[in-house]
Structures are given as structure tokens and as C-alpha cells.
């Protein structure tokens, strides 16, 4: 099909690139926020004599706000242009990263991480949406490629720069510099991206933006995650009724935009990007799922290394540098082949990452402790190569055929499933830990063991779903040649 006009790549050459490279510092820096905070937090706790329940709203406050504005965000940059939100977003980022180093109080502190993931979940989809708009073919998947590494690089490496921050910024009031390294980088991306980020008109009549459905997506993501968030303090049990309600929720919310649709309206989510649009459903479901381990392993290791064997923050983050290095270079090299390969990339991609996994279950569990971290380091290094085949490849088979005026939403609602399902996982794994520690009476090997073999197991779910796309791919390109065969059959035997 040909491109029209307004879905063509913007931008020409190099600056094309030097554009990319800003939104992945700034992806890198706001997804890092997730996890780097966790390293602080007994610091944070001490220096403003918080409670340990509003300490836990600085990491889940960021978590939740983030993944509510995602899909509205995206939504709204189709409507009123990528850059203008992306740079609108980003200083937003910087005020509010300021805002909480200098927090004199817990409360004002959680205020100001609620807005810095709201700003960080309005730059996300822009991210994706920028990509589809400056590029397209081979180009695109290298330019997903690049930003599949920035992903799993920066879960992986936020308890090592945490720890390397705290070491840098030692004292009482170091956990302040978590935040305020944020700001230097932030200005100078804003500086580029204001320079360097393409100015292209969104497309008419898509500049209104459904609030009902705002609301109802809004309001079942939050039913959803709310148990989560709390888990630790038996939120699963205490809030399970709003599961279903969420669900019930979300219901609604698609029924409302089908109607939308139906009435030629302009939807949040438009319907058609699960029911006509190759390879989306698939794709979002295949990310939420392999979330669930990729992000609950993280905490796991951190609670071993650093509880079970007493390891530093910062030597704690650099035993699971091997995982960050693998996906970093895999993903880069993903980005290259995956207009070659297509599906059966993430297929092998899962099938590594869970063999190296698993390997590294059994390591820890029966390895010599003294040695740990040299037995584990190739297992991590096996898992970090496939998780690279799996996230950016996914991402790019995903979004590669979505019209770009959709691009924002689309991306936006991939990246909520990432959210959601790294909310299960950082619920589930983590729970699993410290119910195999309670019953073995303190056994941390036998409880990691378990869990990141738990991890492993997760992933067989993405597994099937990559599996079934890849045979619906195929008997789809089966069907397409077998038209066109009989079509050409027709056209010989014409006089």
C-alpha cells in the first residue's frame, strides 16, 4: 500500500538520528526512575522521618501515574503534535525532578513523584510515535532496535547507578541527588529536542480528545493496579474486589469506543487496532506477559544479594550487569534482523531467555556461595542476549504496520500492558520469594531459586502467544502466495 503524504518519514539524514538519540536519553532516563529509587529508600526513610507507607508511595505513586497517563498522552500527541507534547512533558520532568530532591517533607515528595510519572508517562508514547513518524522500512527497526535497548538496559542498571549515586553523594541528604541528577540531563535533551525534533501537523479533525473514555481507562488501569501497589502490605487480599471491577471497567471503556467508532467519532483507543491491524493484539499481549518475569526478577536479586548475602547496593546491581549487557548489545543487533526474521526473532528470543533463566535458578540455589556471582554471570549473560531478541523486536513487530496518526495511542497502550503486567510481576515474584524464605525457615538460596525459576516459567505464556503469531504469519504468506499463483494462473490462460 502506499504511503500517503502525512505518513511519510519527517526529518532527513542525520538529524533524523541525532533526534532519536535525545528521546532515548530521555526514555532511558524516565524508565530508570522506576528503579533507581529503590536503592534511596532507607536513606529517604531516615532523612525525612517518613513512614515506611509513605515511603512506598514514592516508588508506587510514580508507577501508577505514569501508567495512567500513557494512553491519553499518546492519544493527545496524534491530536496536537509529538514534539509539542514531548518537549511540553520534559520540562515538566525537570521542574518536578527538582522539586522532589528539594522535598522538605515526605508528603511534598510523593506529590512531587505523582506529576514526575505523570510527565514521564507523556513522554513515553511520544517516543514510539516520534520513531514511526521519522522513519520507516529497515530504518525503523533499527531505530526500535535502539530503543528496545534503552528499555531493558535501563531496568536492569537502575539499582547500579542508584548505588553508584549514593556512593558519589554520601551523607544524610545524598538520596536528594537521586532526583536532581535528572535535571542537567533534562535541560540539555529539552535544548536539543526543541532543535532537533521534527515539526509535522497532526492530521485534521483528530484534535478532540474523549474524555469519557479517559476515564473509564483510567479508572480500571488504577482498579487494577491498586492491589498490586500494595501487595507488601496485603493489598491483594485486602483489595481483590477491585480486580473484577477493573475488569468490568475496561469492558465498558472498549464498549465505548466501538461506539465512538461506529459514530465516526474520534476514539482514545480505536477498536480497529486489535480487530484490523496485523500483528497488534498479538504484540501487546506477548509484552504485558513477558513484563511479568522480565521486571519481578530485578527486586528478587536485589533481596537476595543484598538481604540473604549482604551485599552492597551498588555490588548488588553490578552482578545482574552481565543481564544488562547481553539485552543492550542483542537488542541493537535485533533491530537489524528482525525485517528479516519477523516473529520466529522473539520465538528464539524467549526460548534463550528462558533457558538462561532457568540455568541461573539452579546456579543459585547450588553453586558455591563465595563464587556466586562468577557462576551466574554467563547464565545472566545467555538470558540478557535473548531478552534483546524479544523486547525491541516486539515492539517493532507490533507497531510496524499501525497508521502513524495512530501511532501515539498505539504506543501508548502497548506500554500500559508493560506497565501492568511489570505491576504483577513486582508483585508476584517478589511474594513468592518471601513465602519460600518463611517456610524453609530463612533458606535465601531455596527461595531466589524458586522465584526466578517462577520467572522463567512466565514466560512460557509469551512463548505460546509468539508461537501462534508466528503460524498465523506463516499461513497467511502461505494463503497470499497461493492467491497470487492462481491469479497469475488466470491471467496466462487469458487470450
Known sequence: MARTASEAPAGAGRQRWK??????????????????????????????NASAASVQWVVS????????????????????????????????????????GAAPTAGLLIAARVAQGAAAGCLAPQNSALIQQMFHGAERGR?????????GVSSAVGPVVGGLVLTLASGPEGWRWIFYVNVPIGLT???LGARLLPRVAPGRGSRRLDLPGVGLLGAGVLALMLPLVFAEDGGVARLWWLFPAGAALLVVFARWEHRVTARGGQPLLDPRLAT???????????GAL?????????IVFALFFQNGLGYSPLSSGLVVTPFALGSATAAVVAGRLVERFGRLLTVYGLVTVMAGLGTTALLLG????GALPWFAAPALLVAGLGSGCVISPNVTMTLRDVPVRMAGAAGGALQTGQRLGSAVGTALLPGLFYLVLNATG?????????????????????????????????HDGTAADGRESAAGTAHAGRP
Not at 507534547?85 to 520540562?91: E, N
Not at 513477558?290 to 530485578?298: A, Q, R, T
Open 143 to 151: 531505530a526500535f532496535g535502539l530503543l528496545g535497548a534503552t528499555v
Open 276 to 286: 484490523g491491524t496485523r500483528g497488534y493484539l498479538p504484540g501487546a499481549t506477548l
Open 61 to 100: 505513586g510514580y508507577a501508577l501515574s505514569f501508567a495512567l497517563a500513557l494512553v491519553p498522552a499518546g492519544r493527545l500527541g496524534d491530536a496536537v503534535g509529538r514534539r509539542r507534547i514531548f518537549l511540553a512533558a520534559l520540562a515538566a520532568f525537570v521542574v518536578c525532578s527538582a522539586a522532589a
Open 290 to 298: 513477558y513484563f511479568v518475569g522480565f521486571s519481578g526478577i530485578w
Open 19 to 48: 533526534a532519536l538519540w535525545v528521546t532515548l536519553v530521555t526514555g532511558f532516563m524516565t524508565l530508570l526512575d522506576v528503579t533507581i529509587v529503590a536503592v534511596a529508600l532507607p536513606s529517604l526513610q531516615h532523612g525525612l
Open 189 to 191: 535533551a529539552l535544548l
Open 442 to 474: 530463612g533458606d535465601h538460596r531455596a527461595a531466589v531459586s524458586v522465584a526466578v525459576g517462577a520467572a522463567s516459567a512466565t514466560m512460557l505464556a509469551a512463548f505460546a502467544v509468539a508461537v501462534a503469531d508466528r503460524r498465523r504469519d506463516r
Open 366 to 369: 547450588r553453586a558455591p556461595t
